[in-house]
């Protein structure tokens, strides 16, 4: 089945310690997409790519960044986390002209 | 600005119908949007619509929009517990980029 794949499902790191989230995608979308989402609030969108083109939200900070090597994957790095960053990160694809976005099961970020 | 506005809290009994509202604020959008989020995992897309339309139904699912008043709505029939999930609203803003609501929560009570 065509599908967003998110790793890990669950991450905890240490304060200040770089971690890594994955996302890969079957489904050949154009466009990808990172979300932080904290205690079932709306998405907020931190990053999204149309092919190869980035895409950064003014308020993402800069301790967030993102690398999209390829069609089917993109990643998250997050360079010194800190307890704000504790969220649920979701991945997501689309494609036009309708661009209903397919979300990956979202990685658990804990920050100790 | 951009803005999606939705109420937080819907209660209903099971087998009653549902309605969540929504208002958006960005009346060029094409699309809207409509997401389920069950707890701990990523959101699912329900339906769309396309900003033509009045009306969009998909079995027990029925969208209205009334671009004028840039509302737009979702009826669930025959809610059963399983539907018991946040459900968000979202719009098309700028090609590929969607803004989202906050969310209403549905319950759904035996």
């Known amino acids: 089945d065509a599908m967003v794949i998110q790793n890990p499902r669950y991450q905890v790191t240490q304060f200040g310690k770089p971690v890594t989230l994955s996302c890969s995608q079957t489904?050949?979308?154009?466009?990808m997409y990172w979300y932080q989402q904290k205690s079932s609030q709306a998405p907020k969108l931190l990053f999204h790519?149309?092919?190869?083109?980035?895409?950064n939200e003014a308020d993402t900070p800069d301790n967030f960044q993102s690398r999209r090597p390829n069609t089917s994957f993109c990643f998250l790095d997050i360079r010194s986390p800190g307890l704000g960053d504790a969220a649920m990160y979701l991945c997501?694809?689309?494609?036009?002209?309708?661009?209903?976005?397919?979300f990956g099961p979202g990685t658990r970020l804990t920050v100790l | 600005g951009e803005d999606v506005e939705q109420s937080l809290f819907l209660s209903v009994r099971e087998g009653d119908s549902s309605v969540i509202n929504c208002t958006y604020t960005?009346?060029?959008?094409?699309?809207l949007y409509w997401y389920k989020q069950e707890p701990g995992a990523g959101l699912q897309l329900l339906t769309y619509?396309?900003?033509?339309?009045d009306m969009k139904q998909d079995q027990r699912l029925t969208v209205l929009l009334n671009k004028k008043d840039k509302h737009l709505s979702l009826r669930i029939a025959d809610t059963q517990t399983g539907d018991s999930a946040i459900y968000f609203c979202a719009e098309d803003t700028n090609a590929g980029k969607s803004t989202f609501g906050d969310g209403t929560t549905l319950t759904v009570k035996p």
């Open positions: 997501a694809t689309s494609s036009p002209p309708t661009y209903e976005q397919f």
């Open positions: 790519y149309y092919d190869k083109d980035f895409n």
């Open positions: 619509i396309f900003s033509n339309m």
């Open positions: 960005d009346s060029s959008s094409t699309y």
């Open positions: 489904l050949n979308h154009n466009v």
